[in-house]
C-alpha cells in the first residue's frame, strides 16, 4: 500500500469518526430538548465553560442567573438548586461535546494538511466543513438567546436551523469520506438517481418538520395513532400555509404524513437499488415516530427516534453515492 493510499484510508475514517461523534450530539441535544435543559446554562464561555461549577458559591452563582431566564420566571420557579443540576448537566455535557468535536475534527486537520497528506482537491471541502462546524456553534447561540429574553422558550425556528445545520454537517463527513473510499457501484438508471434524491429532499423536510415539533411540544398534542385524536383524522385547527409552521397541532399532523410519504419512497428506493439495510432502517424509523407519539413523547423513545434519522441519512446516502459512482464510471 503506497502512503497516499495509507493517508486516504488515515482521512477517510478520521472523517467517519467525526460523522459518528456529530451522531452522537443529535442524541445527546434530542435529550437535552426532551429534558427541557437548553436555556439552563445563560453564559456563553466557548473557553472556561467546558468546567462545570466547582463549588458551592459558583452553583449558586450560575443558579442566581438562571432564576432570571423567563423560564424559570414562567414555568420552574421554585425549583431547587439539585434540580437545576440535573438539567444543568445535559446542558453542559451538550456544549462540552461540541467542543470535543471541534477539537477533534481541528487538530488532525492542520496536522494532515502540514504533513502534506491531504489528497488533492480536498482541502476546500475539508476547510469548508470546519467552518460548517463553527457556524453550528454560533447558530446554537443564538438559538439559546431566543430563549432568554421574553419567553420561555426556544424560537422553533432557530431550533429546526440547528438541526437541520448538524444534518448537513453529518451527510456532507460522510460524503467526504465516501469519496475517499473504493465504492461498489450499482446499476442505476436517470430514473433511479431521481427517485433516491427526492427521497433524500423530502427525508430532509421530515427532519425540519420534526425539530418543529420539539420546538413547539407538538408531539404532546395526540398519543393516538393514526388518528391525531382518538378518532378524529384531521387536526382542529385551519390547515393554512402560516399554520404549517407555526401551529403545533397542525405540525403534528403534517410530520406524521410527510414521514408517511417518505417511508413509502424511501422504501420503494431501497427495494430498487436491492437494499435491506436501509429498507429496514426507515421502516423501524417510522415504527418509533410512532411510538414516540403513543408513549406521550418518552425521552428514550423520542431521543432514539432522532438517532434513526441519522441512520437512515447515512444508508441513503451511501446508495446514492454508489449509484454516483456508477453514473461516473
Same mark, same amino acid.
Given at each position: 500500500m503506497t502512503?497516499?493510499?495509507?493517508?486516504?484510508?488515515i482521512i477517510r475514517n478520521w472523517l467517519y469518526f467525526n460523522a459518528f461523534m456529530v451522531f452522537c450530539m443529535a442524541i445527546i441535544g434530542a435529550v437535552t430538548r426532551l429534558t427541557e435543559s437548553g436555556l439552563s446554562i445563560v453564559e456563553w464561555q466557548p473557553i472556561s465553560g467546558a468546567l462545570p461549577p466547582l463549588n458551592a458559591a459558583?452553583?449558586?452563582?450560575? #443558579?442566581?442567573?438562571?432564576?432570571?431566564? !423567563?423560564?424559570?420566571? &414562567?414555568?420552574?420557579?421554585?425549583?431547587? *438548586?439539585?434540580?437545576?443540576?440535573?438539567?444543568?448537566?445535559?446542558?453542559?455535557?451538550?456544549?462540552?461535546?461540541?467542543?470535543?468535536?471541534?477539537?477533534?475534527?481541528?487538530?488532525?486537520?492542520?496536522? #494532515?494538511?502540514?504533513?502534506?497528506?491531504? !489528497?488533492?482537491?480536498? &482541502?476546500?471541502?475539508?476547510?469548508?466543513? *470546519?467552518?460548517?462546524?463553527?457556524?453550528?456553534?454560533v447558530v446554537g447561540y443564538v438559538m439559546v438567546l431566543s430563549g432568554l429574553v421574553d419567553r420561555p422558550s426556544v424560537s422553533h425556528y432557530r431550533l429546526a436551523l440547528h438541526l437541520s445545520l448538524a444534518w448537513i454537517v453529518f451527510a456532507a463527513l460522510l460524503w467526504t469520506g465516501f469519496s475517499l473510499a473504493t465504492i461498489t457501484p450499482k446499476d442505476t438508471t436517470f430514473c433511479r438517481r431521481r427517485h433516491g434524491w427526492t427521497a433524500f429532499a423530502l427525508l430532509f423536510t421530515t427532519i425540519i418538520w420534526g425539530a418543529f415539533m420539539?420546538?413547539?411540544?407538538a408531539g404532546l398534542i395526540s398519543a393516538s395513532w393514526p388518528m391525531l385524536h382518538d378518532s378524529q383524522f384531521l387536526p382542529d385547527a385551519a390547515i393554512t400555509f402560516f399554520a404549517l409552521f407555526s401551529n403545533p397541532e397542525v405540525i403534528h399532523f403534517t410530520h406524521r404524513w410527510i414521514a408517511a410519504i417518505t417511508l413509502f419512497l424511501v422504501f420503494v428506493f431501497a427495494w430498487r437499488v436491492k437494499s435491506p439495510w436501509l429498507g429496514g432502517a426507515v421502516v423501524t424509523q417510522f415504527a418509533l415516530g410512532i411510538w414516540t407519539a403513543l408513549s406521550g413523547v418518552s425521552i428514550h423513545v423520542a431521543a432514539t427516534h432522532q438517532a434513526g434519522a441519522f441512520i437512515v441519512t447515512a444508508l441513503l446516502l451511501c446508495e446514492l453515492y454508489k449509484i454516483r459512482v456508477t453514473a461516473q464510471s
Open positions: 502512503d497516499t493510499n495509507s493517508h486516504k484510508i459558583e452553583w449558586e452563582r450560575v #443558579f442566581a442567573l438562571y432564576r432570571e431566564t !423567563p423560564e424559570y420566571q &414562567k414555568i420552574n420557579a421554585g425549583m431547587s *438548586l439539585d434540580d437545576f443540576k440535573n438539567i444543568f448537566f445535559w446542558e453542559w455535557f451538550h456544549r462540552l461535546w461540541g467542543r470535543l468535536i471541534g477539537i477533534v475534527y481541528a487538530l488532525p486537520l492542520f496536522f #494532515f494538511w502540514f504533513k502534506g497528506w491531504i !489528497p488533492q482537491g480536498y &482541502k476546500k471541502p475539508l476547510l469548508g466543513l *470546519l467552518i460548517l462546524g463553527g457556524l453550528q456553534g420539539a420546538g413547539t411540544d
